[in-house]
């Protein structure tokens, strides 16, 4: 239940943690998390992992015999380097900034225990409640920290917190993090008389979605009745904890069923820099619990997509460049199966894909002017296909990246080597001096322009796309890249996938197995789309689309009646209908 350990407290949670992997040099050190350093230090590589840990840093100083020793007690000594490693100075509930840094903790004044806040007190010992005590010390609350072996626990803490015995730390303070496994709840059953009245902070997760028939939350309710358990902090990362918290990681999902408690606990959330969520009672904890085990949910529906697609183009393909020359002319191609094949696979993946993310935009558009009004349901389906835009167009450009690195890997093949050699033998043999042919030249410039364009274009899009950057957009901003850049992307797109084809379309020869060109099929979706955007961009179309969305129905009318004149020329009340 404690330790230091990852087998302690909750530090086998879905919560995304850190893992210590000590780097050696500051090479290896990502520069993301060395800039964060103003010293030179030896850090500990983090990483989002199932299980939590504490930030490591070791003085370069120190002998690299002791850094590679295999000693058990390593650990510990890289943890208490970490926890007593200098801190910047932070305000309260500043989560901007990490908490490691270069200056003392014990020297710091901004980190003593403000005078005003209330004492918290965490059970457990394991790497969320170290993350955690440090985050409330630098926030200035007075922490205590319960542990069944404080002296031995206690150099792990910041110093500026108390480590003392379970019994203790729930006698000095009121609100209380719970911060152990659901199988060591009942061992604090013998203390139910202390913990009557305080406020419980369930930070527990689940290994499995639903794996209990009641939540952790609800589970350690029963056990302490005239408690207030609160579900809170578990979507929570230990390195959040440390780092500060970033976009989606600062929401915090809250229920409870005693809204005093429920109020309490989202002010502390609030001072640590975190955005409460109100989840209503206790019930919802089995749902919160779940989302930090739901693997990428919005996603699914956009792989398997591009997994489908990708399969039925690969297929297609094999049966074109390689089963074709098989049975006809008895050659073997089933070389080009990993890289040939795969490498014209992807840009059909990719070009599908981002037409996709705009097509249903055009679905939408005709729906709104058939039914003439903005304020009729889509079908589910069309709903669905609207949420999962941002997912699609991501895989757009991973297709598109991967396509561009295998296009560079082509010429390293030694298949390709050989038949480089065997058209230059040939040549020499015909006597041709002069191979160039220049309408093969212009097109591939061409082709290989569009498609460096259309790539930077779809990089924009992605980095766009991300909380951190999209953020800092305002609407119109992002609007325009998204919609209109993405539109261009679009165009250039079918404009390289023209280039590529040329005039193979129009080759009988091409057709083998009378199967039309890949490309060709590919072209479908996005043009149609392409027109359907142009023909919307029409003056007629576009005025009325517009007043659609700004509210306008069709057989709405709204009846004015007009004051009663007066003078010589009135004639009584008059309408006017609108």
Same mark, same amino acid.
């Given at each position: 239940?404690?330790?230091?350990?990852?087998?302690?407290?909750?530090?086998?949670?879905?919560?995304?943690?850190?893992?210590r992997v000590?780097?050696h040099?500051?090479?290896?050190?990502?520069?993301?998390?060395?800039?964060?350093f103003?010293?030179?230090? *030896?850090? %500990?590589?983090?990483?989002? !992992?199932?299980?939590?840990?504490?930030?490591?840093?070791?003085?370069?100083?120190?002998?690299?015999?002791?850094?590679?020793?295999?000693?058990?007690h390593?650990?510990?000594?890289c #943890?208490?380097i970490?926890?007593? /490693?200098p801190?910047?100075?932070?305000?309260?509930?500043?989560?901007a900034?990490?908490?490691?840094?270069? =200056?003392?903790?014990?020297?710091?004044? /901004?980190?003593?225990?403000?005078?005003?806040?209330?004492?918290?007190?965490?059970?457990?010992?394991?790497?969320?409640?170290?993350?955690?005590?440090?985050?409330?010390?630098?926030?200035?609350?007075?922490?205590?920290?319960?542990?069944?072996?404080?002296?031995?626990?206690?150099?792990?803490?910041?110093?500026a917190?108390?480590v003392?015995f379970?019994?203790?730390?729930?006698?000095?303070?009121?609100? @209380?993090? $719970?911060? #152990?496994?659901?199988?060591?709840?009942?061992?604090?059953?013998?203390?139910?008389?202390?913990?009557?009245?305080?406020?419980?902070?369930?930070?527990?997760?689940?290994?499995?979605?639903?794996?209990? !028939?009641? /939540?952790?939350?609800?589970?350690?309710?029963?056990?302490?009745?005239?408690?207030?358990?609160?579900?809170?902090? +578990?979507?929570?990362?230990?390195?959040?904890?440390?780092?500060? %918290?970033?976009?989606g990681?600062?929401?915090?999902?809250?229920?409870?069923d005693?809204?005093?408690?429920?109020?309490?606990v989202?002010?502390?959330?609030?001072?640590?820099?975190?955005?409460?969520?109100?989840?209503?009672?206790?019930?919802?904890?089995?749902? @919160?619990?779940?989302?930090p085990?739901?693997?990428?949910?919005?996603?699914?529906?956009?792989?398997?997509?591009?997994?489908?697609?990708f399969?039925?183009? *690969?297929?297609?393909?094999?049966?074109?460049?390689?089963?074709?020359p098989?049975?006809?002319?008895?050659?073997?191609?089933?070389? !080009?199966?990993?890289?040939?094949?795969? +490498?014209?696979?992807?840009?059909?993946v990719?070009? $599908?894909?981002?037409?996709? $993310? *705009?097509?249903?935009g055009?679905?939408?558009?005709?729906f709104?002017?058939?039914?003439c009004?903005?304020?009729?349901? &889509?079908?589910?389906?069309?709903?669905?296909?609207? =949420?999962?835009?941002?997912? @699609?167009?991501?895989?757009?450009? &991973?297709?598109?990246?991967?396509?561009?690195?295998?296009? &560079?890997?082509?010429?390293?093949?030694?298949s390709?080597? *050989?038949?480089?050699?065997?058209?230059?033998?040939?040549?020499?043999?015909?006597?041709?001096?002069?191979?160039?042919?220049?309408?093969e030249?212009?097109?591939?410039?061409?082709?290989?322009?569009?498609? @460096?364009?259309?790539?930077?274009?779809?990089?924009?899009?992605?980095?766009?796309?991300?909380?951190?950057?999209?953020?800092?957009?305002?609407?119109?901003?992002?609007?325009?890249?998204?919609?209109?850049?993405?539109?261009?992307?679009? #165009?250039? /797109?079918?404009?390289?996938?023209?280039?590529?084809?040329?005039?193979?379309?129009?080759?009988?020869n091409?057709? !083998?197995?009378?199967?039309?060109?890949?490309f060709?099929?590919?072209?479908?979706?996005?043009?149609? #789309?392409?027109?359907a955007?142009?023909?919307?961009?029409?003056?007629?179309?576009?005025?009325?689309?517009?007043?659609?969305?700004?509210?306008?129905?069709?057989?709405?009318?709204?009846?004015?009646?007009?004051?009663?004149a007066?003078?010589?020329?009135?004639?009584?009340?008059?309408t006017?209908?609108?």
């Open positions: 239940m404690e330790g230091g350990g990852e087998g302690s407290e909750v530090g086998r949670r879905e919560r995304g943690g850190v893992q000590l780097h040099t500051r090479a290896r050190t990502p520069s993301r998390t060395w800039d964060r103003q010293g030179p230090l *030896y850090l %500990a590589r983090f990483e989002d !992992k199932p299980s939590s840990s504490t930030e490591g840093a070791i003085d370069p100083s120190i002998n690299e015999g002791i850094v590679n020793n295999q000693s058990p390593l650990h510990l000594w #943890v208490y970490s926890l007593h /490693s801190v910047n100075s932070m305000p309260a509930g500043d989560m900034k990490p908490l490691l840094g270069h =200056q003392n903790m014990d020297s710091v004044p /901004s980190l003593a225990p403000a005078a005003g806040h209330r004492t918290i007190g965490i059970l457990g010992s394991g790497d969320f409640a170290r993350s955690l005590a440090m985050r409330l010390v630098c926030s200035g609350f007075k922490v205590v920290v319960g542990s069944r072996n404080p002296k031995r626990n206690e150099c792990l803490f910041p110093a917190a108390e003392t379970q019994a203790d730390a729930i006698k000095k303070s009121d609100i @209380i993090f $719970v911060a #152990v496994f659901r199988e060591h709840y009942t061992t604090l059953c013998d203390l139910s008389d202390e913990l009557s009245g305080k406020i419980l902070v369930d930070v527990s997760n689940n290994a499995e979605i639903n794996h209990h !028939k009641e /939540s952790n939350a609800e589970y350690l309710a029963s056990l302490f009745p005239t408690c207030s358990v609160v579900k809170a902090f +578990n979507v929570t990362s230990a390195w959040t904890l440390q780092s500060g %918290a970033r976009d990681n600062k929401q915090v999902p809250i229920c409870c005693n809204q005093e408690a429920k109020r309490a989202s002010e502390l959330a609030h001072v640590l820099g975190f955005s409460p969520l109100d989840m209503g009672s206790l019930s919802a904890a089995r749902e @919160i619990e779940n989302i085990l739901r693997l990428l949910p919005a996603w699914k529906i956009p792989v398997f997509l591009a997994l489908g697609l399969l039925c183009f *690969y297929t297609y393909n094999f049966i074109r460049q390689v089963l074709h098989y049975i006809r002319d008895q050659k073997n191609k089933f070389y !080009k199966m990993p890289v040939e094949v795969v +490498n014209t696979t992807l840009p059909c990719a070009y $599908v894909m981002l037409s996709l $993310v *705009y097509l249903p055009v679905l939408a558009a005709i709104q002017l058939y039914y009004t903005k304020y009729r349901r &889509f079908p589910d389906w069309l709903d669905q296909w609207l =949420q999962h835009r941002k997912q @699609i167009g991501l895989l757009s450009f &991973f297709c598109a990246a991967l396509h561009a690195a295998y296009s &560079f890997c082509l010429p390293m093949r030694r390709h080597r *050989y038949l480089l050699l065997n058209e230059a033998f040939k040549q020499i043999t015909q006597k041709n001096e002069n191979s160039w042919i220049e309408e030249v212009w097109r591939m410039e061409i082709y290989i322009s569009f498609g @460096i364009m259309a790539l930077g274009l779809l990089s924009l899009l992605a980095i766009t796309s991300l909380p951190s950057i999209s953020n800092a957009l305002n609407w119109r901003e992002f609007s325009f890249i998204q919609s209109t850049l993405g539109f261009v992307a679009l #165009v250039i /797109s079918t404009l390289h996938t023209l280039t590529y084809g040329w005039s193979r379309a129009f080759d009988e091409q057709y !083998k197995f009378y199967l039309p060109p890949t060709t099929l590919t072209l479908l979706v996005p043009c149609a #789309v392409i027109l955007k142009l023909f919307f961009h029409l003056p007629c179309m576009n005025q009325r689309l517009q007043r659609i969305r700004n509210g306008w129905e069709k057989g709405r009318y709204v009846k004015f009646i007009l004051p009663r007066t003078g010589e020329f009135s004639s009584g009340e008059s006017s209908t609108v």
